[in-house]
């Protein structure tokens, strides 16, 4: 079982800049993946950025050159640096991560973050 705790959300106004955080209750060496997905209302969960055990990235083209994951092995952290936000940032945001041998997937309880003047 993994646990997933993310922090960092709230307000902020177009342009500015916000750091989520998600704690793992796992040694990083047990997680193959992860990294954050949103969900806006109406819509589906659609993934932001993901990080793998070699350290290859993805991320959504929308948030390309904005937006940067990072990862803390020693604090079993992964982190997703927000720069130039847009109203359509808006969304719950939900920190993932796939576990290493029993390849099953966690989800941390979400940080709602809104971008509005």
């Known amino acids: 079982q993994v646990q997933l705790v993310e922090s960092g959300g709230g307000l902020v106004q177009p342009g500015g800049s916000l750091r989520l955080s998600c704690a793992a209750s796992?040694?990083?060496?047990?997680?193959?993946?992860i990294g954050w997905y949103r969900q806006a209302p109406g819509k589906e969960r659609e993934l932001v950025a993901r990080m793998f055990s070699s350290s290859d990235t993805n991320y959504a083209d929308s948030v390309k050159g904005r937006f940067t994951i990072s990862r803390d092995n020693a604090e079993n952290m992964v982190y997703l640096q927000m720069n130039s936000l847009k109203p359509e940032d808006t969304a719950v945001y939900y920190c993932?991560?796939?576990?290493?041998?029993?390849?099953?997937?966690?989800w941390g309880q979400g940080t709602q973050v809104t971008v509005s003047s």
């Open positions: 993932y991560a796939r576990t290493r041998l029993t390849v099953r997937d966690y």
């Open positions: 796992t040694s990083g060496r047990s997680i193959s993946v």
